[in-house]
Nanobody
Framework: QVQLVESGGGLVQTGGSLRLSCAAS?????????????MGWYRQAPGKQRELLAS???????NYADSVKGRFTISRDIAENTMYLQMNSLKPEDTAVYYC???????????WGRGTQVTVSS
């Protein structure tokens, strides 16, 4: 089973940038599966449901929610077993806890990590 650890969050002002990381660890087979899985970045703001922001396939094809399109960029480094989310032009409404997991949630979803808090001040 893969363990996912999100990091890179913090407090930034409106218009600032952050780069989030999602590091996978576990057995060789589990990490190999992570590296070929379609993965996604999610966020959950207080009182709201968790939402999918961006996804990336094993061939690096990407998709973005309208709310972050043009501002966020998802990428992955297979050699480092890590996925990234570059966030630019941050807005107060981007404030949330950010998580990573499979792009399609279901029985094969990974256990959720603790997430990383992003707070954007106005």
């Amino acid at each position: 089973q893969v363990q996912l650890v999100e990091s890179g969050g913090g407090l930034v002002q409106t218009g600032g940038s952050l780069r989030l990381s999602c590091a996978a660890s576990g057995s060789i087979f589990a990490v190999s599966a992570f590296n070929i899985a379609a993965m996604g970045w999610y966020r959950q703001a207080p009182g709201k449901q968790r939402e999918l922001l961006a996804s990336i396939t094993r061939t690096a094809s990407t998709n973005y929610a309208d709310s972050v399109k043009g501002r966020f960029t998802i990428s992955r480094d297979i050699a480092e077993n890590t996925m990234y989310l570059q966030m630019n032009s941050l807005k107060p409404e981007d404030t949330a806890v950010y998580y990573c997991n499979r792009a399609s949630l279901g029985p094969n979803s990974y256990p959720w990590g603790r997430g990383t808090q992003v707070t954007v001040s106005s």
